[in-house]
C-alpha cells in the first residue's frame, strides 16, 4: 500500500516570503499522479496543484510550483510571495492508477501553515 | 453553481441513531467518493463508486453504507451511530480514473 509522509506539522512564514512544504511517499508503482490541496478555516478542500509521474517538468500554478523528484519520491510545494489567503492547512495526496483508479487518494496528514503579517 | 454539494452541513445526532448525509454533484463526472476528516484532520477514503461498481475500503464498518440513485448524486446512510463515528465527512467527484477529485464543503457530524 502507498503512504504519504509530510514530515512538518506546522510551518510559519513572513507575508511576501517563500515557503516550501515538504512531502514524501512509498509506492512501488512507475506511473501516479500527485496533488497538493488546501483546506483554509471554511474547510473546504481546495485543489492547488497536480504532478503526474510520467512528466518530467515540474507543474507550476501561478504562485504555487512543485519540485518533482521521483527517484527520490518527494514532492515538494513551494508557495512564492506568501499571501495572508495562503493560511491553511496543506495535504499533500497520491492517487494510484491501478485498481480501475477507484481507490481514492492516499492523503499525507497535513501541514499546518501559519502566514505572519 | 456550487459543483459538488452536501447536505447537511453540520449534523449532531444520539448514539444509535440512523442518519443519511446527501451528495449531489452538477459537473457530469463519472466517480464519486467518500471520504471521513478524523479530529486529527486525516483524510481517509472510504468509499468509491464508477458506472454503478463500489469499492468499499476493507477498514469501514458495514454500518455505512452509500447509495446511488443515479450518476450525479452518491448518498451516505450511517446506521446504529457511535461516539467514533463522529467527523468531518467530505464527497468528492472525480471526471474519470486518472484526474483530480473536487470536493464538497463537507458535513460535521457530532454524536453525543
Known amino acids: 500500500a502507498q503512504t504519504v509522509t509530510q514530515s512538518q506539522p506546522e510551518m510559519s512564514v513572513q507575508e511576501a516570503e517563500t515557503v516550501t512544504l515538504s512531502c514524501t511517499y512509498d509506492t512501488s508503482e512507475s506511473d501516479y499522479y500527485l496533488f497538493w490541496y488546501k483546506q483554509p478555516p471554511s474547510r473546504q478542500m481546495i485543489l492547488v496543484i497536480r504532478?503526474?509521474?510520467?512528466?518530467?517538468q515540474n507543474a507550476t500554478e501561478n504562485r504555487f510550483s512543485v519540485n518533482f523528484q521521483k527517484a527520490a519520491k518527494s514532492f515538494s510545494l513551494k508557495i512564492s510571495d506568501s499571501q495572508l489567503g495562503d493560511a491553511a492547512m496543506y495535504f499533500c495526496a497520491y492517487r494510484s492508477p491501478s485498481g480501475g483508479g477507484a481507490d481514492g487518494l492516499t492523503f499525507g496528514k497535513g501541514t499546518h501553515l501559519i502566514i505572519q503579517p | 453553481d456550487t459543483a459538488v454539494s452536501q447536505t447537511p452541513k453540520y449534523l449532531v445526532t444520539q448514539m444509535g441513531n440512523d442518519k443519511s448525509i446527501k451528495c449531489e454533484q452538477n459537473?457530469?463526472?463519472?466517480?464519486m467518493y467518500w471520504y471521513k476528516q478524523d479530529s486529527k484532520k486525516f483524510l481517509k477514503i472510504m468509499f468509491s463508486y464508477n458506472n454503478k461498481e463500489l469499492i468499499i475500503n476493507e477498514t469501514v464498518p458495514n454500518r455505512f453504507s452509500p447509495k446511488s440513485p443515479d450518476k450525479a448524486h452518491l448518498n451516505l446512510h450511517i446506521n446504529s451511530l457511535e461516539l467514533g463515528d463522529s467527523a468531518v465527512y467530505f464527497c468528492a467527484s472525480s471526471p474519470g480514473l486518472y484526474y483530480e477529485q473536487y470536493f464538497g464543503p463537507g458535513t460535521r457530524l457530532t454524536v453525543t
Open positions: 504532478q503526474e509521474a510520467y512528466k518530467q
Open positions: 459537473l457530469g463526472h463519472d466517480t
